[in-house]
């Protein structure tokens, strides 16, 4: 179990006590065992529905004890096990129903540390056309836009069935694709950026810092896809007035 007998004046006090804490508290408790631990990453979490704190009639976060312990438990499947989101996530849910769950063998993370990470859901063309619901003449106009691009092989990204869908939906409203090329570009500039970040991770020496790569890759993408967002809505709000 976590020590909840650290933190600031009365904060270690409270999580002991049993009382919902704030984000901030929840952070210090973190910190002793996970040092790298932000607030970002806490919301991140949150985000990816691995923690549902509660939330007080003015919107703050209020973190249980049980919500601090889960929090560490997925910082340990990440940091021991190097082990990707959606499987903590059925980890934990094994489990809270009383399951027995086994983890990766340290011995076994250490020969291929990234061989989770490195396996990526692939699906070919005829099953993109049927998931996503597009015609091939469709895709083809898309791909000579560049707004989808297929991996080697002819395959793609099963991602892709989202771009897809969204980009038909547009179209509904009168974009087109030679319209959309700009949120292409734009989101090419991001994960840019985002690797820029990434990639001394991806060449560390250490296994660990190499396994967390792919997490804080997914973190700094939510976080984008949040500003653009957010972006957007605030100069349509200004040009809407």
């Known amino acids: 179990m976590l020590d909840t007998s650290t933190g600031g004046a009365g904060d270690g006090t409270a999580a002991a ?37 509660q939330r007080t009639p003015s919107g703050y976060r209020k973190f249980s004890t049980d919500d601090v312990e889960r929090l560490a438990q997925v910082l340990r499947m990440q940091r021991d096990h190097y082990l990707p989101l959606r499987v903590i996530r059925d980890h934990l849910d094994a489990l809270e129903r009383g399951e027995q ?12 540390p990234e061989a989770e990470h490195a396996t990526a859901a692939r699906i070919g063309r005829d099953v993109l056309l049927a998931a996503a619901e597009v015609s091939a003449e469709d895709l083809d106009e898309w791909e000579s836009y560049g707004l989808i691009v297929p991996m080697a092989g002819g395959s793609y990204d099963a991602e892709t069935v989202n771009v897809a869908r969204l980009v038909a939906d547009l179209g509904r409203f009168g974009l087109e694709p030679r319209h959309l090329r700009a949120m292409k570009a734009a989101a ?12 001394p991770l991806r060449r560390h020496r250490n296994p660990q810092t190499r396994a967390h790569a792919e997490t804080t890759a997914r973190e700094l993408a939510t976080l984008s896809v949040r500003l653009h967002a957010a972006l957007v809505q605030t100069a349509l709000g200004v040009r809407l007035q």
Not at 17 to 41: D, M
């Open 101 to 112: 769950v086994s983890l990766p063998s340290q011995d076994a993370l250490r020969e291929e």
């Open 17 to 53: 006590a049993g009382r919902p804490v704030s984000i901030g508290t929840v952070l210090n408790l973190l910190r002793e065992e996970f040092p790298e631990v932000t607030i970002s990453k806490i919301r991140f979490l949150e985000a990816e529905g691995l923690v549902e704190p």
């Open 188 to 199: 090419d500039r991001e994960a840019g950026l985002v690797e820029q970040v990434v990639a």
